[in-house]
């Protein structure tokens, strides 16, 4: 095989052991890796071994891809995408890998012939939960289109120890277990100790001249943590492309002080080694109060410089100067988390590569777009000056530069406003000062943008708007969508398999072919069909849930699904009130025309936010109650599935019947569970929020249940400040349900539980339940006759897969590529597997 075996390094000699994708190659690979990395044979292997043997055989076939695409990208200085992220949400990696290396039927078979069954295989990799929601899973889904869209990507973020909780429910309450994700090893990653890079943290600066007799600063940092990056592979779907999400742990410099050591100190010199490591240690959940912060900034920092020492390693490696740096490098901040990106790319610039103000300042505006994903004000990221300034004094300094300087042009604009200035300033000065950091991500990008339509225009006329006066075509919009590779290929196979019959393969890279569904939703034969795969992947999910949970759905029963993460403004309460007064609609008539249903709820509450804890507590309150109830529970099913997760969503998006997109108009920035719900046929009952809009005028108002007050009533409402408690004086419904909540019915008779959360409903509800309580249940109403009708509702079921195309995350990013980034395609060859290739591209 190998012409001139002379010039090959072993590691570079690749053979079909290591590349083959038949059956018979896979086979080999899986024994082969079961003995030589594992140490094991067949009939002492566990199951984690044979994940891990399998998932090593993918690993290979996936480098080939890797090592010719950064090949691909090195030889022809690539302009590449850096997207910075504190979070990347990716899932569990090898059923999305055999999909998009094509080899999930052939791994399936080759398993089987030894015996083995694939998914059970596949249900051993625990997932690498370094995400909360949905920022960090809009990260993962961005990746997958970036590669197999083939743009040059590298995806930025933090290797954490551990990742998001792990949920269980004790007594119905939630409890937070450690997420020790890494314990069984991590076969996805490559560890590169040889690109570590060092941060500093702390101490203070000195200014002082230089040989050419210019000012400069030098950093005098108090500590230095060394970051070490680890790559996992991210390969495109059906394409040669693969490109690298490079997630960065923090490690001591020296694994002893000696000082400290010397001098007998050794418990501090252990210490300070624990400190640097404790810098990646956990993700922090979002959502908490003030606590923990100097870390999280100190997180934020860390990754971020290293990303950009990184960068600027490649582009010198590539022999490509310093002011070309913009032109080859595209960077996305990920929200503000890494907004600390600009004053350390003009750090860098200026005082460690000795450029000019100016040409840094120049350079870094053309590089940094910025992606904002919140308008609750309490989400928007401020740090204190002190605790800022204490931590990186240097970038404090640059911050107040990088402000004048914008100030003195907004002064210009708005002569004689001060106030103007003082709203648009980078610098908090009312109250304890801080730093904003949306005003530093917005005064440094090129391009700022919202994540759907209505979130971008209120961005533009509330939160940003004044930077949006002052520069407007900063402005666009990029309305968020998802991986259809995930979320339904690997997601639901029949569903998959029938689109492959139906329209040809092409659709998951396609996704507006699914327009070829239309015409089937007027096909009998073809709807059967179509309830046959939604009744199967319910069945399937009804066996996952009595075996988490012990309680049984019934499958022919509507599946009513809420998950997302829980919180106020999301409304899960909303839903359970709905749900105590259908309860009691029964009790009271036991031959009320209701039609059977199965509530079903997950979702995570940060650890520190109480009132989320407590609406848990009551949807597993009512939940004990209503499947206890003999008289009820044929009817009614309530529950809720502990620990979501992206596995956990993979089970449920395909078998629902109705999603739950219920939260305030105005609030949700975008959602992106609502697609994957649509997408899998299940119709949206929603408010006029996020992109639940353009879902509804994609998918024809007709087929998608709306209810409740748009943004602007809201806003009306808010401003108003009349009592909820108005909304409750004519719904006879609504006040049997606060009396039931009071009476302790859901909380083995402790009436006071549920107090602080009745009394925010009717005192003072900045997320106005009660307010879309009557239109909500109406709507609800309206789900249930239709439900009946199963051939209606197979149709609109049809009708909104068939024209959610547009929400396919490939199309999300051809326009970040287009409009924002200004990247193209780069076609990967695969280099030959005798590896001379390679060689040849190093020479
Ligand atoms: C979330 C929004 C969602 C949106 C995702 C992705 C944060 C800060 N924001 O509505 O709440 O879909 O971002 O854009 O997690």
Redo the contacts with the bound molecule.
């Keep these: 095989m190998n012409t001139k075996p002379e010039m090959l390094s072993p590691a570079l000699a690749v053979d079909t052991i290591r590349t083959g994708l038949d059956k018979a190659s896979i086979k080999r690979a899986f024994l082969d890796h079961l003995f030589f990395l594992q140490g094991k044979f067949p009939t002492i292997a566990t199951f984690n071994d044979y994940y891990l043997a399998l998932a090593y055989l993918v690993r290979d076939r996936l480098l080939q891809r890797w090592v010719s695409s950064a090949t691909t990208y090195t030889r022809e200085g690539s302009r590449t995408v850096a997207y910075l992220s504190a979070e990347f949400l990716m899932g569990p990696h090898l059923g999305n890998n055999l999909v998009n290396l094509d080899m999930l039927d052939t791994a399936r078979a080759a398993m089987q012939e030894l015996g083995l069954d694939l998914e059970k295989i596949m249900a051993q990799e625990v997932e690498p939960g370094l995400g909360?929601?949905?920022?960090g899973r809009?990260a993962a889904c961005y990746l997958d289109s970036l590669a197999t869209l083939e743009i040059p990507t590298l995806g930025y973020g933090i290797r954490y120890e551990y990742g998001i909780f792990h949920q269980e429910l004790h007594n119905g309450a939630q409890v937070e277990l450690s997420d020790m994700w890494l314990r069984n090893g991590n076969p996805w990653e490559i560890a590169r100790p040889e690109w570590t890079v060092e941060v500093r943290f702390g101490g203070h600066t000195e200014r002082y001249t230089d040989e050419q007799g210019r000012s400069r600063v030098r950093w005098h940092p108090e500590r230095i943590v060394m970051g070490v990056p680890y790559d996992t592979p991210v390969p495109g779907y059906r394409c040669n492309t693969a490109n690298t999400l490079r997630l960065w742990s923090a490690a001591a410099p020296e694994s002893f002080d000696f000082a400290a050591f010397n001098e007998g100190d050794y418990y501090r010199a252990v210490d300070d080694k624990i400190l640097s490591e404790n810098l990646t240690k956990v993700l922090y959940p979002?959502d908490e109060p003030e606590q923990g912060k100097q870390l999280r900034l100190g997180q934020q920092y860390f990754f971020v410089s290293c990303a950009l020492q990184d960068m600027i390693r490649i582009l010198f490696r590539q022999r490509l100067s310093l002011d070309r740096f913009h032109s080859k490098f595209a960077i996305q901040l990920n929200?503000t988390h890494p907004a600390i990106a600009v004053p350390e790319l003009m750090r860098l610039l200026i005082d460690e590569h000795g450029m000019e103000w100016e040409a840094a300042w120049d350079i870094t505006e053309a590089t940094f777009a910025y992606t904002n994903?919140?308008l609750l004000p309490e989400?928007l990221e401020c740090w204190s000056l002190s605790l800022f300034g204490h931590l990186l004094p240097r970038h404090l300094e640059i911050i107040y530069e990088i402000n004048e300087r914008f100030l003195d042009k907004v002064r210009i604009r708005y002569l004689g406003d001060a106030e103007q200035v003082a709203r648009m300033s980078i610098i908090d000065d009312t109250g304890e000062q801080s730093v904003r950091m949306a005003h530093l991500a917005c005064v440094g990008s090129h391009a700022i943008n919202g994540?759907a339509n209505l979130h971008t225009q209120l961005l533009e006329s509330n939160v940003l708007k004044d930077f949006y006066a002052l520069s407007p075509e900063k402005f666009s919009n990029k309305t968020?969508g998802v991986t259809p590779r995930r979320w339904i290929v690997l997601s639901n196979p029949r569903l998959a398999a029938l689109l492959n019959d139906t329209l040809g393969e092409r659709w998951a890279k396609d996704l507006d072919m699914l327009r070829g569904l239309e015409p089937l939703a007027d096909d009998a034969d073809f709807r059967a069909r179509w309830r046959d795969i939604k009744h199967h992947n319910k069945q399937k999910l009804a066996h996952h849930l009595r075996k988490v949970t012990g309680i049984a759905a019934d499958p022919d029963s509507l599946f009513d699904v809420q998950v997302k993460r829980i919180h106020e403004y999301k409304r899960q309460h909303l839903n359970v009130l709905h749900i105590i007064a259908l309860y009691n609609r029964i009790r009271q008539d036991p031959g009320a025309d209701i039609p059977p249903r199965t509530f079903l709820f997950a979702g995570k509450a940060a650890p520190g936010y109480h009132m989320a804890k407590l609406i848990i507590r009551l949807i597993t309150g009512v939940s004990d109650i209503i499947n206890r109830d003999p008289l009820v529970r044929s009817r009614l099913k309530v529950i809720f599935l502990p620990n979501f997760n992206v596995s956990n969503g993979q089970r449920i998006y395909p078998a629902a019947d109705l999603s739950e997109q219920i939260s305030t108009a105005g609030m949700?920035?975008?959602?992106?569970g609502n697609m994957k719900f649509s997408m899998n046929g299940a119709l949206t009952i929603g408010t006029l929020d996020?992109a639940n809009i353009e879902i509804r005028e994609a998918v024809g108002a007709e087929n998608f249940f709306l209810f409740g007050h748009t943004a602007s009533e809201i806003q009306a409402l808010a401003q108003e400040g009349g009592s909820p408690a108005s909304f409750v004086e004519d719904n006879a419904g609504l006040q049997e349900v606060i009396h039931l909540i009071r009476s302790g019915l859901f909380s083995h008779g402790d009436c006071d539980l549920f107090e602080p959360l009745l009394d925010s409903l009717l005192e003072n509800d900045p997320f106005h339940v009660f307010a879309d309580y009557a239109a909500y249940a109406e709507c609800q109403q309206q789900v249930a006759e239709i439900y009946r009708d199963v051939e209606t509702w197979a149709r609109m079921s049809i009708l909104n897969t068939a024209r959610m195309g547009w929400f396919s995350s490939d199309r999300s990013i051809r326009e970040y590529c287009d409009n924002i980034w200004k990247v193209s395609p780069v076609g990967v060859k695969l280099e030959g597997s005798d590896g001379l290739g390679f060689l040849q591209s190093l020479q």
């Design positions: 909360n929601g949905g920022l809009l979002n929200d994903h919140t989400a994540v968020n949700e920035a975008s959602g992106t996020g």
